[in-house]
């Protein structure tokens, strides 16, 4: 059996992540108390009848059985089924921003007097334990529901049993890291093109910032360190039973020379890996390599 467990703050597009699973033939359920997870998959198991099970699992639970989780998980994994943790994350700001456009009240505030800021807090030391276990974390700030629909289904729409799927996303400090990044390499040493006013409009996937960048043998040196690097260590992270990793570049504004070397890198890794997918965060672009299809 395949189960995806979705947790993550509210707000944060669970609902819309469940649906999109739904649709890929999942048997979704909202909400379930994590104490009956264990039973749940059990009772599917004997029957045969569902082989796909996606369950959201969040700071609704009672705080006992949230402390418990990781022990299930870790039985869950011990078994049979294939468990897969989503968590899914937005900024306090933008959730905040989220509440006062709907007017809804956060699950944590309605039997208690906190205010939905501390609530968001709450709610994000609450759910520590489940982040901490998450195989995939996707930062939903700056995602359309389109986007996040789109996200999941890139994600699990196939099966993968083995492979370890790699992204590699380009950023600009000046917009915050992305918080769904499990590794991150600062650039910014790097000569940067947008001291030269003529290259400012481009982006560094064009010809005129790649002939920039080319032009100086450190570029490619980092860019060579990098891939080593990750070449040597993914293997020990999908033997540890990692089903995604996001790798972050960062420079100062995500257009050039971040671009550029998620680019470079995604060339370089896809030759011996078989699932690596793109992102340009402050481009707006995502794509899956062997596809080559931008979305």
């Known amino acids: ?16 992540a469940l649906q999109a699973l ?21 009772e599917l198991g004997q029957q045969g009848e569902r082989t796909h099970l996606a369950v959201s699992i969040d700071a609704r639970n009672l ?6 989780f990781p022990a299930l998980l870790q039985d869950l994994k011990a078994g049979t089924t294939r ?34 800021e501390e609530a968001i807090a709450k709610e994000e030391e609450t759910l520590f334990g489940i982040r ?10 700056r995602l359309t529901v389109h986007d996040l629909r789109r996200r999941i289904t890139d994600q699990l729409g196939h099966e993968r049993q083995s492979q370890l799927t ?16 499990d590794i991150v390499f600062d650039i910014r040493c790097l000569p940067n093109p947008y001291w ?16 920039f960048l080319k032009g100086y043998p450190v570029v490619d040196e980092m860019g060579q360190d990098i891939t080593d690097w990750l070449e040597k ?26 671009v550029y070397m998620v680019e470079q890198l995604a060339r370089q890794l896809q030759k011996r890996r078989a699932h690596v997918q793109v992102r340009h965060r402050e481009l707006g672009l995502h794509y899956s390599l062997s596809e080559a299809t931008p979305f």
């Not at 467990?5 to 597009?13: L, N």
């Open 1 to 16: 059996m395949q189960l995806v467990i979705i947790s993550g703050r509210s707000g944060s597009g669970k609902s819309i």
């Open 22 to 42: 739904e649709d890929l033939g999942y048997y979704a359920i909202d909400n379930l108390p994590a104490m009956l997870l264990g039973s749940l998959v059990e």
């Open 63 to 68: 705080p006992t059985a949230l402390e418990r």
């Open 83 to 116: 468990v897969q943790v989503i968590y899914l994350t937005t900024d306090a700001r933008t959730l905040l921003e989220r509440y006062s456009a709907t007017r809804r009240r956060h699950p944590l505030t309605r039997d208690s007097n906190m205010t939905l």
């Open 132 to 141: 901490e276990l998450a195989d995939l974390r996707i930062d939903t700030s």
């Open 166 to 181: 790699l992204t590699l996303e380009s950023f600009g400090y000046k917009r915050g890291v992305p918080l769904d990044a």
């Open 196 to 211: 030269d006013p003529t290259l400012r409009p481009y982006t560094g996937r064009d010809e005129e910032i790649i002939a």
């Open 233 to 258: 260590w993914l293997p020990a992270y999908q033997q540890s039973q990692r089903s995604y990793m996001t790798v972050a570049i960062g420079c100062t504004g995500g257009q050039h020379r971040s």
